[in-house]
Nanobody
């Protein structure tokens, strides 16, 4: 059974940086696209970014483009989210997710496409 474990969350001041990690087990990690989503209190879960199985393609929401960077290390079954220039509105629980579809270069924003999720890690940005 596939398991995803996020780490790296915490509390920072606006303008600071954090790096989230998500380690995957129970599946051939390199075969699947990976995504990051977030959910703030009282709001729906929203797409942040995703990366294709090869790492050659990535997509970002407009709210994080230019500030966040997704990357993956297939040798270590880990996907990363580097978050720079953090803003208070970035405060949320961040979830990593694994796409259901193997070996596709197409990255999608819909959470429906993702079949496995981590437990989430809290990111709090203070002004």
């Amino acid at each position: 059974q596939v398991q995803l474990v996020e780490s790296g969350g915490g509390a920072v001041q606006a303008g600071g940086s954090l790096r989230l990690s998500c380690t995957v087990s129970g599946r051939t990690f390199s075969d699947y696209a990976m995504g990051w989503f977030r959910q703030a209190p009282g709001k729906e879960r929203e797409f942040v970014t995703a990366i294709s199985w090869s790492g050659r393609r990535a997509d970002y929401s407009n709210t994080v483009k230019g500030r966040f960077t997704i990357s993956r290390d297939n040798a270590n079954n880990t996907v990363y989210l580097q978050m720079n220039s953090l803003k208070p509105e970035d405060t949320a629980v961040y979830y990593c997710a694994a796409d259901r579809r193997p070996t596709t270069e197409v990255v999608v924003r819909s959470p429906i496409s993702y079949g496995a999720w981590g437990q989430g890690t809290q990111v709090t940005v203070s002004s």
